[in-house]
């Protein structure tokens, strides 16, 4: 362990548990920094795949539909629903519409949100233009901003659920001083 902590430890200015985070931290930085990089350069390469694969997609639907066999070689070959396939498609029909080269900010999931025929013209214009800023999106945020724009409420984070399972403890027990302690820590910000 680092010196410097341990005599951080020694005069209690930290506790062991609080130096050993510290130090984890700070071994656990450059590995943790290299790991992102490296997980950052496949996902590129798989927005490019999903890219590649779906106009393979299309060309292989193309030779087949009109045949009637379609599902089944898709079913053969993959595995594959007609849905699972569309995913694909539209991913690569709504970068080839859109002339976009870079959609590697974006998480395949993501793509295939904003591929839906569903998801309104403005999130999908507004997500590709972050997108193209450089600006990383995850597909929790994605979701999110379709959501806003279609009506639906946004689902209530962590903390503002445990913030009102608290209220209705101390409602039900106002007497009990854990519900009351919990119900102080979560309401003066203390846990977030």
């Given at each position: 362990?680092?010196?410097?902590?341990?005599?951080?430890?020694?005069?209690?200015?930290?506790?062991?548990?609080?130096?050993?985070?510290?130090?984890?931290?700070?071994?656990?930085?450059?590995?943790?920094?290299?790991?992102?990089?490296?997980?950052?350069?496949?996902?590129?390469?798989?927005?490019?795949?999903v890219i590649e694969?779906a106009g393979r997609?299309?060309?292989?639907?193309?030779?087949?539909?009109h045949h009637g066999?379609?599902?089944?070689?898709?079913?053969?070959?993959?595995?594959?629903?007609?849905?699972?396939?569309?995913?694909?498609?539209?991913?690569?029909?709504?970068?080839?519409?859109?002339?976009?080269?870079?959609?590697?900010?974006?998480?395949?999931?993501?793509?295939?949100?904003?591929?839906?025929?569903?998801?309104?013209?403005?999130?999908?214009?507004?997500?590709?233009?972050?997108?193209?800023?450089?600006?990383?999106?995850?597909?929790?945020?994605?979701?999110?901003?379709?959501?806003?724009?279609?009506?639906?409420?946004?689902?209530?984070?962590?903390?503002?659920?445990?913030?009102?399972?608290?209220?209705?403890?101390?409602?039900?027990?106002?007497?009990?001083?854990?519900?009351?302690?919990?119900?102080?820590?979560?309401?003066?910000?203390?846990?977030?």
């Open positions: 362990m680092d010196p410097y902590l341990a005599v951080q430890v020694d005069e209690g200015r930290l506790i062991c548990t609080e130096a050993i985070e510290v130090f984890e931290r700070k071994v656990a930085a450059p590995v943790l920094a290299e790991h992102a990089d490296a997980v950052r350069r496949i996902q590129k390469r798989v927005v490019e795949d694969i997609l299309i060309e292989c639907k193309a030779l087949l539909d066999m379609w599902l089944p070689w898709l079913e053969q070959e993959f595995g594959w629903s007609d849905d699972t396939a569309l995913n694909f498609m539209r991913v690569h029909e709504m970068a080839k519409s859109r002339n976009i080269r870079d959609l590697s900010m974006l998480p395949a999931s993501g793509l295939y949100l904003l591929a839906k025929p569903s998801t309104p013209e403005a999130v999908r214009d507004d997500v590709l233009g972050r997108a193209h800023r450089g600006e990383p999106l995850s597909v929790k945020q994605i979701k999110g901003l379709i959501d806003q724009v279609c009506g639906k409420p946004a689902k209530p984070t962590q903390t503002e659920q445990l913030r009102d399972v608290a209220a209705r403890m101390l409602h039900a027990m106002p007497e009990d001083p854990l519900v009351a302690e919990l119900h102080r820590l979560l309401f003066n910000g203390e846990i977030k």
